[in-house]
């Protein structure tokens, strides 16, 4: 009975409590209507006659309360409705709505007491929907159980699920991927003071430890291996294959599908997370239940695609909304004003930032930010088991500021801000959490091939086979060499006698298709579309007798790989360097790039759609520097300082990585390394099957699936 009593006067204590606050933020919003009615001109709540004070507040509270009813219950309907409209779009119409819903707030006032012009409206709004969340949140902050609602308000959750019962509750692990922040950055922004709460894990134990990338040293061969344990046959971010006449590009819908599909089929399991996982802004699922900005289900439409919504779990708030929508303008400025700056000052190297970057820029760092945030904190505070997220926010910069500098120091004080946040959830969460940081692969700096040398990677290849290039190239000295070099080779080959093999020039196609040339960071694939297999360097040479050469010999071209008939496949380099893939080792022409290096070229050489002529660029050990062959001077995909250095933070109580003297290398290992920390958490779990047709059938959708070859290749942001 007693038990009863206090259980019934709780409640009616906290319902109290609640009445009291609502009561609060409606004053509160009321006097902001009244001082904003007294500062706008174009805002009014009174009567063209005039009216008492009196009279103008309690139009003033209606007006408040017509807005607050009209955000809890028509708002929700709209973003339902508009979940289908792109999320950049959505952002920007953000402010309209909530203006709307004002004017709509001022009309039901009787007597026609509240007008304000659409301008007008949309300010006051956005103005009351700031102060009411700060007063909410202000007021609830005092009370850890009205904290804990609002949060699950703001997440879109109502309450947490049942959790199993238990003397103690078994922890769940959030997996935070900070999207190109390499290792030499984190220790850098740490030690410079710019991420406190990253230095407050270090401190209370997490440990933290480099990893080596791929070749491939990009998101999508890196996170497809995190999570799905598998990135075979990933030769770079974006490659051509003959077999299908597809052009795969990792960050397009069509083919994020067809990764995952090919990787869920060699390992046999749906991924990192198919028990009770959720996945967060990445490329692909890992095989959850629980999806929000996930591009391997982007495409797919019906009930089982959850991918937007996220989207009405954040936006369904209409605080969120204008808070983001207003970030969202802000971010856009900011980068009008650093890219003017960085051309005012002249800074080098620097690559254009206009057009639609700046609205690029800001989906990632604020738009993207806050709704993966919010869907994590929504899983934390649902008890989910496993979450796996990405911030794309560094990444998305350092490819057009660099991976060094005033703008970049920016989003790495936000990123620390967001992983505070999340580390500040999981005290309210209904069990434990650990929390496991983790990149995908750094970034290195550098100008641009063409900015180096004033011309493409595709101009060099096409004068390297004598085609047509712009006049602007053929006055390049790498251009007119390439040319000269090619007109040479080809001039001798025409009248080659016949060798003993009974081989002639003769044996050249009299109109050989175009080469397909591919840019990935500092990495470049070449293929030849017309031939149906991986040609080797005896037919290239054949047919273009001096792009190997030309390739090989430019300063600012670090090594090629390419098929030899004679010696399986073989790494050229400068001065005429030639070692068969089957000897290589960390010496010689790939010994600036490092340890690890031969044992990734030959994995790479041995996939079934490795490109014709592999390219990596230079790369110079004093400066840290390579060139990019697309317009980035913060790169990656490629061989080369600090972007294929990424790092891994994880909390004490987890077993190391690897054991003491040994390296982490590769993604795959990485994999494996994340699953076993979660049989830690959890104990033993068997991987469940895929759970949709997406991860075990192929894509049937020809939309994206077979692309021309010949045309211009759209460069891709978010890698």
């Known amino acids: 009975m007693g038990d009863g009593r206090w259980g019934g006067a709780n409640r009616w204590r906290s319902a109290g409590g609640a009445l009291g606050r609502v009561a609060v933020v409606?004053?509160?919003?009321?006097?902001?209507?009244?001082?904003?009615?007294?500062?706008?001109?174009?805002?009014?709540?009174?009567?063209?006659?005039?009216?008492?004070?009196?009279?103008?507040?309690l139009t003033a509270a209606a007006a408040a309360g017509a807005f607050g009813l009209l955000g809890a219950l028509v708002w929700p309907l709209i973003v339902r409705a508009l979940l289908l409209v792109p999320a950049l779009v959505l952002g920007l119409l953000v402010f309209f709505l909530n203006g709307s819903l004002l004017l709509l707030a001022l009309w039901l006032i009787p007597d026609g007491r509240g007008a304000a012009d659409p301008e007008t409206a949309v300010v006051v709004a956005?103005?009351?929907?700031?102060?009411?969340?700060?007063?909410?949140?202000?007021?609830?902050?005092r009370d850890d159980d009205a904290y804990r609602r609002r949060l699950y308000r703001l997440t879109g959750r109502t309450r947490p699920r049942a959790q199993v019962a238990g003397p103690e509750q078994v922890p769940g692990t959030v997996f935070l991927q900070l999207d190109g922040v390499g290792h030499h950055v984190l220790r850098g922004a740490v030690a410079d003071g710019l991420m406190p709460t990253v230095a407050a894990m270090?401190?209370?134990?997490?440990?933290?430890?480099?990893w080596r990338t791929d070749w491939s040293s990009q998101t999508g061969a890196s996170q497809l291996g995190i999570l799905h344990g598998s990135n075979e046959d990933v030769p770079a971010f974006r490659w051509y294959e003959k077999d299908t006449g597809r052009l795969m590009v990792s960050n397009r819908p069509a083919s994020a599908v067809e990764l995952q599909r090919r990787a869920v089929r060699r390992t046999g399991d749906g991924g990192l997370l198919s028990f009770d996982g959720a996945s967060r802004g990445n490329l692909f699922s890992g095989g959850a239940d629980q999806v929000a900005l996930v591009l391997s289900v982007a495409a797919r439409r019906g009930r089982r695609n959850r991918s937007r919504a996220g989207y009405f779990a954040y936006f369904s708030d209409p605080a969120n909304a204008v808070r983001t929508a207003g970030s969202f303008v802000a971010e856009c400025l900011r980068e009008m004003g650093q890219s003017t700056r960085a051309l005012l000052r002249r800074e080098t190297p620097r690559v254009s930032r206009g057009g639609t970057y700046p609205f690029v820029r800001a989906f990632a760092t604020v738009l993207e930010r806050d709704v993966v945030v919010s869907a994590v904190m929504g899983d934390m505070l649902a008890g989910r088991t496993a979450v796996y997220a990405d911030l794309v926010a560094y990444d998305e910069v350092a490819h057009h500021s660099g991976p060094h500098?005033?703008?970049?120091?920016?989003?790495?004080?936000?990123?620390?801000?967001?992983?505070g946040?999340?580390?500040?959830?999981?005290?309210?969460?209904?069990?434990?959490?650990r929390i496991v940081l983790l990149s995908d692969h750094g970034q290195s700096p550098g100008e641009t091939f063409e900015g180096a040398y004033g011309l493409t990677l595709k101009d060099l290849v096409r004068a390297g086979c004598g085609l047509p290039v712009p006049r602007r190239v053929r006055r390049t000295r790498s251009g007119s060499e390439a040319r000269d070099a090619a007109r040479d080779a080809l001039r001798l080959a025409l009248h080659r006698p016949v060798d003993e093999t009974g081989e002639t020039a003769r044996e050249l196609p009299a109109r050989p298709s175009e080469p397909v040339v591919l840019a990935s960071g500092n990495l470049g694939l070449v293929s030849f579309p017309d031939v149906p297999h991986r040609m080797t360097r005896e037919e290239i040479d054949r047919r273009h007798p001096a792009l190997l050469r030309t390739l090989a010999n430019h300063p600012g071209v670090g090594f090629v790989l390419v098929a030899s008939a004679e010696h399986g496949s073989v790494v050229l380099a400068r001065d005429g360097v030639e070692v068969p893939v089957a000897e290589l080792d960390d010496g010689g022409p790939l010994a600036v790039f490092g340890p690890g290096t031969a044992a990734a070229v030959r994995r790479t050489d041995g996939f079934p759609h490795v490109a014709d002529i592999m390219v990596n660029s230079m790369y110079d050990p004093a400066t840290g520097t390579v060139h990019a062959f697309e317009e980035q001077i913060g790169s990656h995909g490629g061989l080369g300082g600090e972007q294929s250095h990424p790092f891994l933070l994880w909390p004490p109580e987890l077993s190391p990585p690897v054991a003491e003297g040994e390296r982490l290398v590769g993604a795959e290992q990485v994999h494996r390394v994340l699953r076993r920390w979660l049989r830690e958490c959890s104990g033993p779990q068997v991987p469940l099957p895929p759970r949709s047709p997406l991860e075990i059938s192929p894509s049937t959708d020809g939309s994206e699936s077979l692309?021309?070859?010949?045309?211009?290749?759209?460069?891709?942001?978010?890698?």
């Open 26 to 57: 409606w004053a509160v919003s009321t006097l902001t209507l009244l001082i904003l009615a007294g500062l706008l001109p174009d805002f009014q709540l009174q009567s063209a006659d005039g009216d008492t004070f009196t009279r103008t507040a």
């Open 405 to 419: 500098g005033r703008d970049t120091d920016q989003v790495l004080r936000r990123l620390d801000r967001a992983i």
């Open 707 to 719: 692309l021309p070859v010949d045309g211009p290749v759209p460069q891709d942001k978010n890698r």
């Open 202 to 210: 270090l401190d209370a134990g997490h440990r933290l430890t480099p």
């Open 126 to 141: 956005a103005v009351m929907s700031a102060v009411a969340s700060a007063t909410s949140t202000a007021l609830a902050v």
């Open 421 to 433: 946040l999340v580390s500040t959830v999981a005290e309210h969460a209904p069990r434990p959490y």
